[in-house]
Every structure is written in structure tokens, then in C-alpha cells.
């Protein structure tokens, strides 16, 4: 059994307490650009078990590996990638994260599907726009089963379209307690593996210890970000990748363990894997 099937096989085992490692936009830093098979398949060879992902459609129809809404941060100008074809995009210089042009580019969907077959689960992110395209790849690929789609749970427009597709997996992104009623609604339509929880706070109710219970009880994994991306955004509630690596697992990555989280989404795969490793929660882990 592959590494992905493992993963796929722990999503639907609520006994098995072991902590999925998700890598945000792979692993990334100068030259390597985010949302790439570079950065993926770096992440997966520094214990990743899920690598997310977000796409984004050309004007002429090709899906790109591509996050924000502009292209002002990795292109330096406030074009969007639906303004463009793909042939225009190839041709424009590509800044890297040290402000210099980079070497290498964006990647289709199809590039990068063809360097992960096999390899990963696949957590879509902002891509719930063009899903139809998205799904179309998939299949082409014959990789729906390495796909798991996530979308804010109020987009009514993603909840229709899964609702429609009984043979892909989703993940429902919740930012306050009072939309797990919609959760409810939408579990019995679909095929939700995961909740991605979103608590700012440590007295969040969406982070209290019955609502992880509650999310678990109907055979769902809970998602938690540990990201520490800027002042203004709250992660995992404040238990975040910088405090875990400034002041050791336990005051970030342990926190989110022992509340009951089940995949952590992170930028440091290969430190959360081995501070998890070093509190037995990877590798098979019973319930107790």
C-alpha cells in the first residue's frame, strides 16, 4: 500500500490517533516557489503526508499552481492570472523570495499532477471557482482518489457542486462554531473527511475540547493550522509554527496535539514531524 492510500485509509479510521502532517503550499523558500512540484515533493521528503494546494485559471483556460487574487507579490504587478494566457505568463519574469528573478516558473495542473501520481494526498484549496476544471484534470489523471477539495462552508456555489460529486472528498473550512450546524446539513450530501477549524483564540469555542468531541463523533478528523503568516492573522489558536520553533514543539504543535487535532497544517514539515514523532503521535497510534 502506498504512502497516499495510508493516508486515505487513516482519514476513515477514528482509532487511530496518529497526526497527519499538511504542508502549506509545499515547502518553499528563495528559489523554490510555492504551490510547485519542487516545492511538494520537498515537502513530502520532509514528512509531509498532505501537501495543499491552490490553482488558479489562465485566460485561455489552464490551470496554474497560483494563490493570490493579484500577481503583485510574485510577479510585481496587479495583473490577474485570468488576464493573461499561459503562454503570456511563461514569459514574465518570476520574482523570488529574495526579490530577484527566478530561475523557474509557475506549473500547470497537469505538470504537477504528473509529478505527484502516486505520491500524496492532495488538499485543494482556493481553487473552489474552477472546480469544474480542476475535477476534469483529476479524472484525466486518474487521481479523484488523491484529492481532497476544501471550501468555506457558507459557498453555497462548492456545496452544490460537491453534493453532485459523490466520488471526491472534502473538507469544509469553519470559522466559528455556529456554522458545524451547516456542517451537519452538508456531511449527509457529501463525503467530508475533515473539518478545517479556524479558532483565534484559546477560549474559542471552536476550540474547546466538546466541539473536537462533537466533529469526531460523526467520523470527521479535525484540521488546525499552526501558521504564523503575519500580525493580523490567527492561527490554531495562537499555537502557531513560531512559537514552536522558537520555544520548542510543546508551547505550539503539543497544544494543538493534546486539545485533538488530528492533521496540522504547517510551513516546518520536517520539524513537525519530528517533534511529533518525538511525543509518539506518528506512526499508527491506537485510541485509548
Not at 523557474?104 to 505520491?119: H, S
Not at 462552508?153 to 457542486?161: D, K
Amino acid at each position: 500500500m502506498k504512502d497516499w492510500e495510508r493516508t486515505r485509509k487513516w482519514l476513515a479510521d477514528m482509532d487511530d490517533r496518529e497526526i497527519k502532517i499538511a504542508s502549506h503550499r509545499g515547502k518553499f523558500s528563495s528559489s523554490v516557489i510555492e504551490n510547485t512540484s519542487l516545492a511538494f515533493l520537498t515537502a513530502i521528503g520532509e514528512g509531509a503526508d498532505i501537501v495543499e494546494m491552490d490553482l488558479d485559471l489562465t485566460r485561455d483556460g489552464i490551470l496554474t499552481g497560483h494563490h493570490d487574487r493579484t500577481m503583485k507579490r510574485l510577479f510585481s504587478h496587479e495583473g490577474k492570472i485570468a488576464d493573461y494566457t499561459w503562454e503570456e505568463i511563461r514569459q514574465m519574469p518570476l520574482y523570488n523570495y529574495l526579490g530577484e528573478v527566478n530561475v523557474t516558473g509557475l506549473e500547470t495542473f497537469e505538470e504537477i499532477l504528473r509529478n505527484l501520481k502516486g505520491k500524496t494526498v492532495m488538499a485543494l484549496d482556493k481553487c473552489w471557482d474552477h472546480w469544474d476544471a480542476v475535477y476534469e484534470e483529476l479524472v484525466k489523471a486518474d487521481m479523484v482518489g488523491q484529492a481532497i477539495f476544501k471550501f468555506p462552508v457558507w459557498n453555497q456555489q462548492a456545496a452544490e457542486w460537491a453534493s453532485d460529486h459523490g466520488d471526491c472528498m472534502f473538507i469544509p473550512m469553519v470559522k466559528d462554531a455556529e456554522y458545524l450546524k451547516d456542517v451537519e446539513i452538508l456531511r449527509r450530501k457529501m463525503s467530508i473527511v475533515a473539518v478545517e477549524t479556524v479558532p483565534q483564540s484559546p477560549e474559542d469555542s471552536l476550540f474547546a475540547e466538546d466541539t473536537f468531541a462533537w466533529i469526531k463523533e460523526r467520523h470527521m478528523k479535525v484540521w488546525c493550522n499552526s501558521l504564523s503568516l503575519a500580525r493580523r492573522l490567527v492561527y490554531g489558536a495562537g499555537y502557531d509554527d513560531l512559537k514552536s520553533l522558537a520555544w520548542g514543539g510543546a508551547a505550539g504543535w503539543g497544544v494543538l496535539a493534546q486539545k485533538g487535532v488530528d492533521i496540522i497544517q504547517t510551513d516546518w514539515p520536517a520539524e513537525a514531524d519530528t517533534f511529533l514523532k518525538a511525543i509518539h503521535r506518528r506512526g499508527h497510534v491506537s485510541a485509548v
